[in-house]
């Protein structure tokens, strides 16, 4: 269930189970085009798109919980002719959706990243991300939508193995953790008050993501941003001494807007140096 295989139906309803939500929220009006998520799935499945990973948001609002939003990604069984340079790392195809209003369908690129079963979603833009609203004829055009954010991720794939031939020296890389710092502890008007430092989004959490490259380094980075397990000593409000731990990030939105944010530092840096 982690994106290393297929999942059943049976398996996905386990993991997001509003993505088979039978009708939509009672808050939507009869204008709503009811379109339930497994039917996009089934036809994404005659395409050749495999559901590889799903979650779904935990609302406040209890009565929301069969119809909240949940993300499913999908791999493409044509990628026979992805680069290998980067072992094994997939394009994928990134889909949300709720039932209840608060999302139309959202297809996104993405890159899933085995080693440490990490699903990526890159930056946005035109040709890397597609919304359809819930009304006409919606499958074929999440199908579509699906088609054109895949080859965006292949793309994403091609670029992120040019990022290998990038060395990062040691202020190079402390200025991509101290932005993913700020993007993952900073206030509206970005000020940062965790005793968690940026050199410790650095650390590598496996012994062959200890290089100096971009696409390593990135990955670093990104891993620590999103899984949380940052320790530090701190103060609680008595200015006693507190360990502080940081959270894993689980909600989507701030998943998709963090990774997405990440991703465009990636390129920035890749511009920079001349690998663009």
Sequence with gaps: AMGASPLSDGELMQLAPSAFATEAHSSRSARYAYIPTADVIAGLRREGFAPVLARQTRPRDAE???????????????????????GMTFPEVVLINSH?????YHVTAGVFRLA????????????????????GDVVRQVIEGSFEVLDASRQAIEAA??????????????????AARVLRFGDEEGNVSTPIQADQFLRPRRVADALDDLWT??????????????????????????????????????????????????????????AA
């Design 64 to 86: 929301r919980s069969g119809h909240t939003k949940h993300l499913i990604r999908f791999r493409h069984e044509g990628q026979a002719n992805q680069p290998r340079r980067l």
């Design 100 to 104: 209840d209003g608060t999302s139309a």
């Design 116 to 135: 440490c079963l990490n699903g990526m979603v890159v930056s946005d833009g035109p040709e890397r991300s597609v919304k359809v609203p819930h009304k």
């Design 161 to 178: 193995d040019a990022w290998t031939g990038v060395t990062l020296n040691r202020d190079e890389q402390h200025a991509l953790a101290d």
């Design 217 to 274: 380094t990135f990955n670093r980075v990104q891993e620590n941003t999103i899984r949380g397990g940052l320790q530090a000593w701190g103060r609680d409000g008595n200015n006693r001494p507190r360990r502080v731990t940081s959270r894993e990030v689980t909600g989507i939105d701030q998943d998709v807007k963090l990774n997405r944010a990440l991703w465009m530092l990636g390129e920035r840096m890749a511009a920079l140096k001349g």
